[in-house]
Nanobody, 118 residues
Framework: QVQLVESGGGLVQPGGSLRLSCAASGSIFSIDLMGWYRQAPGKQRELVASIPRAGNTNYADSVKGRFTISRDNAKNTVYLQMNSLKPEDTAVYYC????????????WGQGTQVTVSS
């Protein structure tokens, strides 16, 4: 059974940085797309950034120039470097792995809280 384990969330002051990590445990091969989503209280879950196995990364307009997504295929791990954090970045962040095998299979992390506050 595949599980995604996230780490790196926490409390940070505005302007600060955090680095999120998400690693897959269990047997999972050829992850086609890795991504990070977030959900703030009272709001819908939204895509923050995604990175395919090959090709261009994709970012929400609100985080462009501040966040960087990267992946290590050998370790089945995705990272999200978050710089210049703002209070509006406060949310629970979820990682997502997508694999195509006749149909799309989605795997989700448990979520990690990021709070940006002075």
């Amino acid at each position: 059974q595949v599980q995604l384990v996230e780490s790196g969330g926490g409390l940070v002051q505005p302007g600060g940085s955090l680095r999120l990590s998400c690693a897959a445990s269990g047997s999972i091969f050829s992850i086609d797309l890795m991504g990070w989503y977030r959900q703030a209280p009272g709001k819908q879950r939204e895509l923050v950034a995604s990175i395919p196995r090959a090709g261009n990364t994709n970012y929400a307009d609100s985080v462009k120039g501040r966040f960087t997504i990267s992946r290590d295929n050998a370790k089945n791990t995705v990272y999200l470097q978050m710089n210049s954090l703002k209070p509006e970045d406060t949310a629970v962040y979820y990682c997502n792995f997508r694999r195509y095998g006749g149909s799309w299979y989605d795997y989700w992390g448990q979520g990690t809280q990021v709070t940006v506050s002075s």
